[in-house]
DNA sequence: GCCAACGTTGGC
DNA sequence: GCCAACGTTGGC
């Protein structure tokens, strides 16, 4: 199925800003999205993930300088490469070192997104949940923890539409 | 810091 | 294969 569709897939990766920012990606311009360890989001990374994809780059557990809760969406990436194993978890030094995955028949997979550009605003999960046409989006979904989401076309546009109001 | 939701592990 | 215990995620 995967290997059948056309045309551009979007998605919703998430980073705590502390381990991997937006600033960050915009400072490298592109990197490896390292360090998913859960099936469900491999899966996407191994299988559906290709060059062109566009992403969402959404910030967890954030907060601004002064304290105040920055979760939301903050700007948008690109799939650059295509999914291929991830070294970090053969390599013993790595917080993301998983003895269980081997060279030969590795468990875990990244791919390379590459830096667009920042929102011109922070599209804060509470906006996200207010607005009635994101219902259906993952990331607004009580205990969603999985932090590569396929994101409806539809769900894109409205964000970037939203993008241009000033929030409430 | 709390804790609910979720995923994984391991005994049986 | 079930399910309790445990660890993690992530909003609040």
Same mark, same amino acid.
């Given at each position: !199925? ?5 045309? +551009?897939?979007?998605? /919703?990766?998430?980073?705590?800003? %502390?381990?991997?920012? &937006? $600033?960050?990606?915009?400072? #490298?311009?592109? *990197? ?6 859960? =099936? ?6 191994? %299988? ?6 566009? +992403?969402?780059? =959404? ?6 300088? $002064?304290?105040?809760?920055? &979760? ?7 799939? *650059? ?9 053969? $390599? ?16 875990? =997979?990244? +791919? $390379? ?5 920042? /929102? ?16 259906? !989006?993952?990331?607004? @979904? ?14 894109? @546009?409205?964000?970037?539409? !939203? #993008? ?5």
């Amino acid at each position: !199925m995967a290997t059948k569709d056309k045309g +551009v897939r979007y998605w /919703l990766f998430k980073t705590e800003p %502390d381990v991997y920012s &937006i $600033d960050q990606l915009q400072k #490298e311009k592109t *990197c490896y999205w390292e360090g998913i360890r859960n =099936y469900q989001a491999r899966n996407s990374l191994r %299988d559906d993930a290709k060059p062109g994809d566009h +992403v969402f780059i =959404y910030h967890s557990n954030a907060k601004t300088d $002064d304290g105040k809760p920055a &979760i939301g969406i903050v700007g948008i990436a690109e799939v *650059c490469k295509a999914g291929y194993p991830d070294h970090t978890a053969l $390599d013993p030094k790595s917080k993301y070192y998983d003895p269980k995955s081997k060279a030969d028949n590795p468990t875990w =997979y990244m +791919v $390379d997104v590459k830096f667009v550009r920042k /929102l011109n605003r922070l599209i804060s999960l509470q906006e996200l949940k207010s607005n009635p046409a994101l219902e259906k !989006m993952l990331v607004v @979904q009580a205990g969603s923890r999985l932090s590569i989401q396929p994101v409806q076309s539809n769900e894109w @546009q409205t964000v970037l539409n !939203m #993008e241009k109001n000033t929030p409430k």
